[in-house]
């Protein structure tokens, strides 16, 4: 063979390095592949290693402008329930049962609308990202607000109720938005206090519910119907270039909406039986503050001979109580506590509240404003121990079963118990004027505070029987006290 044939031609050289610089490269993009599926393990193992990666300073802003906002949402949510009731009254043809149940609608529609919406929109977090959805949730609730100011100037009774129903379903969409995205930041800046997280975001939320009420009271007898939502409205429109200017853009990559997979959904968190217990508790503690906000305001006014801004005082206690009492449930449930057994005492509390409140004709108590107040009162206390204890039992639930990383668990959480909340508080105001209209402020209360009892009584059992940690606990509660 001549010297000529054993030398490699020019073509066989470059397709001998082409093929090399073809595996060098795939060399490398396995690598990368590699390191990218290592830092996604690891993101989703250690449960949020970015969020905590965050200054002080940015989680601080992040939780002070999040807190800042749900107390001005639920203002808003609040802002109605001391006049449009009495308002819509006088706009019916007849005050029939069929128009009491409309009006109850009109304040539950919007919760019905964030229990199909809440789950959804969680798990649309990695699509819009958590400021997105901040920002645009409070500029539509804020519209809704401005548009709601004008349905009292129209007469015929059919189109005012039309319009009502579309704005509180428009609201409804936005505030589930606005809530699983607060919940997202907050969760995903301080990962590792999730009974905290969930504390001041009640707080807020009870605070906020306590100023609305007071606030839509006094403008209303300011200067009528209008007034108070165009005032919400403003305060909305201030607060939303708050938010676009404060949280700052990194806290988009917030750990409950990064690599939220299909590979935990709705189902598997459904199929654990405790997620449901808890799921109820949330139900029927959100049912009884829908079922007291269209009614108590007029049992008051009949009752007492009250104005309209005292009437809305009813409202403002049970939310300051309620506020009062998260962070310290939440504080003590990261700490030891069990919330198994906080759930329970709330439940108990809810319950002896609702007996009280009327009070139910069979304790032949005289009625009593101050009795009346400390009664509510009592009620947002026991509403803010099952609220707060909640979400950590859920998450520990979901943790003990493997459903999931911390991130997918909290994001699911959020829709969950969003979605319970919004049950219950939209069942409330239908069931409140129904069974109100049907036998009385007294009876209706007393009802419900005796199905409170029993669910407490199953509760309890099924948590002990479930639960070794907290016979351990109540025995030494016990031995402690003996």
């Known amino acids: 063979m001549s010297e000529d044939a054993e030398e490699p031609s020019d073509v066989d050289v470059n397709r001998q390095r082409c093929e090399l610089q073809h595996c060098i490269d795939a ?10 599926t290592d830092s996604v393990d690891s993101d989703r193992d250690d449960g949020g290693a970015k969020a905590s990666a965050l200054s002080p300073v940015r989680r601080n802003i992040i939780l002070l402008c999040v807190a800042i906002n749900n107390t001005i949402v639920w203002a808003a949510i609040g802002l109605m329930m001391p006049f449009f009731g009495g308002a819509a009254l006088k706009k019916a043809p007849s ?6 149940f409309v009006i109850g609608l009109i304040f539950s529609i919007a919760t019905f609308v964030e229990f199909l919406a809440a789950p959804i929109l969680a798990k649309d977090l990695v699509n819009v990202g958590s400021k997105l959805m901040l920002v645009l949730s409070t500029f539509e609730i804020s519209a809704m607000m401005f548009l709601f100011s004008f349905v009292n100037k129209i007469e015929l009774w059919s189109i005012f109720l039309a319009m009502c129903l579309i704005i509180r379903l428009v609201q409804g969409i936005s505030t589930a938005a606005n809530f699983v995205s607060s919940f997202s930041l907050l969760v995903g800046a301080f990962p590792e206090s999730n009974g905290l ?17 007071a606030i839509g009271g006094v403008l209303y007898d300011v200067d009528g119907f209008a007034l108070p939502f165009y005032v919400l409205s403003g305060v909305l429109g201030i607060n939303l270039v708050l938010l676009v200017m404060f949280i700052p853009p990194g806290s988009e990559t917030d750990l409950c909406s990064v690599k939220l997979k299909s590979d935990i959904s709705y189902i598997q968190l459904l199929s654990v039986p405790w997620v449901w217990m808890v799921l109820i508790n949330l139900f029927i503690t959100n049912l009884i503050m829908g079922f007291i906000e269209p009614v108590l305001s007029v049992y008051l006014k009949n009752s007492f001979n009250l104005p ?3 009437a809305g005082i009813g409202f403002s206690i049970m939310s300051v109580a309620f506020g009062a009492v998260t962070l310290p449930v939440g504080y003590c449930v990261d700490r030891s506590l069990n919330p198994r057994l906080m759930q329970a005492v709330g439940l108990f509390i809810c319950g002896i509240s609702c007996e009280l409140v009327g009070p139910a004709p069979f304790l032949q108590l005289p009625k009593s404003l101050a009795f009346c107040y400390i009664a509510v009162v009592l009620l947002g206390v026991g509403i803010g121990f099952v609220a707060v204890s909640s979400v950590p039992d859920i998450l520990r639930t979901l943790d003990a079963h493997g459903l999931g990383s911390p991130g997918e668990m909290r994001a699911a959480a959020a ?5 319970a909340v919004s049950l219950g508080y939209g069942v409330g105001p239908m069931l409140g004027s ?37 016979i351990v606990q109540l025995e030494n509660l016990v031995k402690g006290q003996s």
């Open 27 to 36: 060399s490398r993009s396995e690598s990368e592949d590699a390191a990218k």
């Open 95 to 100: 005050p029939s049962l069929a128009n009491h």
């Open 197 to 213: 997280v969930n504390g001041v975001l009640r707080c807020a939320n009870g605070v906020g519910y306590a100023m609305g009420p």
């Open 308 to 310: 309209t801004i005292y």
């Open 415 to 419: 829709g969950l118990f969003q979605a």
């Open 434 to 470: 129904t069974l109100t209209a049907a036998v009385g402020f007294e009876y209706g209360t007393s009802i419900v505070g005796a199905v409170y009892l029993l669910w407490t009584v199953i509760f309890s059992i099924a948590a002990v029987s479930s639960d070794k940690l907290l």
